[in-house]
């Protein structure tokens, strides 16, 4: 990695439940800030039983067949290689997201499962906390994702989808960072 500061990468991934060990991940979207670079893939499940072992609740959410997310599927092979392609994104970078830890639980577990060497900052970036800083909100108060659109004005055009949050999460970290630098 260069001396330059790291991108902020804003990721999103659904999933078919909670729990990286016993839930697989559906879809992955990525966003480089810096560069606006896209990356979106529909993954192979890692777990041949995967649609078994689904949450109810997960799988209601996220949508997965009533938009046909599974059509867009991509094989075993080109699974990995997309992993490698968002390692790379990753590279020295920072995971910034809605829910981040649960995001890169997911994207450790499954690198690791395709053997691909998860490459990025371990420091990550909560959209919540950081809006709370720039909007002058209390941390202590959950603030939902919706809520910081509606405040910034943004419309997800896709809500629980992968690319649809990806997107709008990461046109929110751009206006609170230029609402932030206008501030100063």
């Known amino acids: 990695m260069s001396s330059t500061l790291p991108h902020l990468i804003v990721v999103d991934v659904e999933t078919s439940g909670t729990d990286p ?5 559906l879809e992955v979207a990525a966003v480089d800030l810096a560069t606006g670079e896209e990356l979106y ?7 041949g039983n995967w649609l078994e072992r689904a949450h109810p ?8 067949f009533e938009r046909g997310v599974y059509a867009e599927q991509v094989d075993v092979q080109t699974t990995r290689q997309r992993w490698e392609a968002l390692a790379t ?7 910034a997201a809605v829910n981040p830890a649960f995001d890169a639980r997911f994207i450790d577990y499954a690198m690791e499962k395709h053997e691909v060497e998860c490459r990025r900052s371990y420091r990550l970036r909560d959209l919540a906390t950081y809006a709370a800083g720039v909007l002058r909100t209390d941390p202590a108060e959950p603030t939902s994702s919706g809520e910081i659109f509606a405040a910034l004005g943004i419309t997800n ?3 629980h989808s992968a690319l649809g949050d990806a997107r709008a999460t990461a046109e929110a970290f751009t206006k ?9």
């Open 57 to 64: 609740a997960a799988m209601k959410v996220n949508r997965y």
């Open 41 to 47: 893939f529909v993954p192979t499940p890692i777990m």
């Open 89 to 95: 994104m990753l590279d020295g970078n920072i995971l």
């Open 176 to 184: 609170l960072r230029a609402l932030s630098l206008a501030g100063r």
């Open 21 to 25: 060990l016993d839930h697989d991940v």
């Open 157 to 159: 055009q896709e809500a």
